[in-house]
Each structure stands twice: as C-alpha cells, then as structure tokens.
C-alpha cells in the first residue's frame, strides 16, 4: 500500500524521462503535395492559440506575413527531402519561433477531418484527387488559386465549464449565411470537462467563410457570443 497512488503510477515503470525543448511562438499546419521529389503544392493554415496545449480553432489562409508562410513551406520542404519523400500528400505540423520554423511532427498523409475540404474550399485543390494521381505513378500540376477563393476561419468549441450537457442543440440558432459548417460532437446527458477540472473538451465546429480572414474570424467571434452552452455544473 502507498500513501500516494498518482505519484505511483507516475512512476511505476521507472524514473526514466524524455525531455523535450518547448517551442515558443504559434503553430501552423502546411498541407503538401509532392511530385518527382518536387513541392506541387502546399497551404498555410494558422492553429489559433492553445492556452491549454489543445487545438481550438484555426484560420486558412492565415493572418501571418506572407515571407513567413514561404518561409515555413520553404522549411517543410527541406524537412520531407532530410526524410527521403518524393511523392505524396504530408500534413506537417510546426511553429514559427522566435528563431524561425521549427518541426512539430511529419504526417505522411492527407490531414484529418476537414483538412482536405479546406483546401479545397480556398484553394481550389483537390488534395484526395492528386494523391491518387500520385499513387498511379503520375506526375501531378494541382492549379492553386492566384488569390484565395474564400478564406475561412474555425472554432472547436472548447468545453467552457465542467458539467454535464443538458439538450445537444445549442447550435440550432446560429444560421449566420457565413457559417458553412456547424456540428455538435456532443450528446445529452454526456459529462464534458472545461478548464476547471483539465483539458478542455472539443463539444463541436462552426466554420465561417468570408472575403477575408479578419472579417472571417469577426463573424466567428461575434457567433461564438452568442452560443449558450447548455452545461449543467455536476
């Protein structure tokens, strides 16, 4: 019996550690296409801040200096050939320190959940489609818009209190003609955690797409007030 069981478990496989440098600045997703070992194409998307080390929400194109983006694409490009890749799509993730790029992690596939459709959606490429195209052994030319075609900012509706959700409809009032995507990944009667009690909870999505990413994240900011979260304190 141990009077401290937490700092048991901590260390029940021993005191072995690994350390890691913690990267200050933002973080970013850059989606590539590779062909012949050469960058076909590639997008910018901006994570907003992570005040808990969990994604919330994001921004593509991203509000950041355009020397910048190219200097991360620039960045993830060198990392994919240091790794030997020639052909395919890469969802690599990294922030922009204070002394310049730094890689996160390589993701030798397309990116998850709506990254794909993302893309799509302001940049006018089909990220499954070249993939494919890749697979087939085909060279590939994706035709990326000279200027975004939308630009769109996101929320994942980080869990602001710990509770138990009453009614999984909260969303229902929100039909702003901005707003081309809203869902709840939530159920009543489902016990969520807010910052009170750890990690935020992901309760669902809303993206917003506008002329630009500012007035974009305006919208979504002034929709975000407007959600009452139907969370009952247990």
């Known amino acids: 019996v141990h009077s401290n069981d937490e700092e048991e478990l901590i260390w029940a496989k021993g005191f072995d550690m690994t350390l890691e440098q913690f990267l200050d600045g933002e973080e970013f997703d850059v989606d590539v296409l590779l062909s012949r070992g050469q ?8 994570d907003l801040p992570q005040p808990y080390m969990r994604e919330i929400g994001s921004q593509i194109p991203p509000a950041f200096p355009e020397d910048k983006q190219a200097e991360m694409i620039d960045f993830t490009a060198l990392v994919l050939r240091a790794m030997g890749f020639t052909e395919g799509s890469f969802h690599v993730e990294l ?35 070249q993939y494919l195209l890749t697979r087939l052994g085909l060279p590939i030319h994706p035709q990326k818009a000279a200027q975004p075609l ?42 969520v955690i807010g910052p009170d009690r750890g990690v935020p909870d992901t309760l669902g999505e809303i993206f917003v797409a506008a002329g630009s990413i500012d007035e974009a994240s305006a919208i979504l900011d002034e929709l975000l007030t407007q959600i009452q979260f139907p969370i009952v304190p247990a």
Request: glycine residues 10%; aromatic residues 8%; hydrophobic residues 45%.
């Open 39 to 46: 960058v076909a194409y590639a997008g910018v998307a901006r």
């Open 95 to 129: 922030k922009y320190t204070s002394e310049g790029p730094r890689l996160i992690e390589v993701n030798a596939r397309i990116g998850g959940a709506y990254i794909a459709k993302l893309h799509e959606w302001v940049w006018g490429v089909d990220l499954v489609g």
């Open 150 to 191: 939308t630009c769109i900012a996101t929320s994942d509706l980080p869990c602001p209190i710990s509770g138990v959700i009453e009614h999984a409809d909260f969303l229902a009032a929100i039909d702003d003609p901005e707003v081309i995507l809203k869902r709840i990944y939530v159920t009543t009667g489902q016990t």
